[in-house]
């Protein structure tokens, strides 16, 4: 009966149910959407109140997204603990610096690796600002409500991830 949950992949449908599952949850709970990027976004600012004070929370900016720990920042948390949780439970857990398709198609460079992750771990946080939502606030949150915007973007993902994928590893051509 358990089995599913020592499963490396689970049905995609499955999981796509419970995300909708949870979204509704989310919805009637707090009355908001889900999303992650935002949290991003008051990390910076928790960070920057390090060395600058309350000064930080002075900027239009972070009067509007206050740099405060809310329930979307433990939802970062626990997606953290729960993808972690997975990995053990599967027996999929593994610490490597470089994975298998990365080493084939680009080297054993760490540096390359570490350099390439940050760079676009820094521009995906700034396009999911720029576009006011990341994956699961505008693919997630936004299309169950039909917005044209979300939609938009949920395609323009897609279609850099795509573009991306093919520039990368030239799987698509």
Known sequence: MMDWLTQIKWSPYAVGAGIGILSWFTWLLSNEPIGCSTTF????GMFDRLFRGSRVEERPYFQEVKPVVDWQFMLVIAIIIGAFVSSMISGDFTMQWIPPVWRFHLGDSIILRLIIGFTSGILLGFGSRWADGCTSGHGISGAMQLAVSSWI????????GIIMAWFMFRVIL
């Not at 976004?41 to 910076?44: I, P, Q």
């Not at 973007?153 to 850099?160: D, M, Q």
């Open 41 to 44: 976004a008051r990390s910076a």
């Open 153 to 160: 973007s949920a395609i323009c993902f897609f279609a850099g």
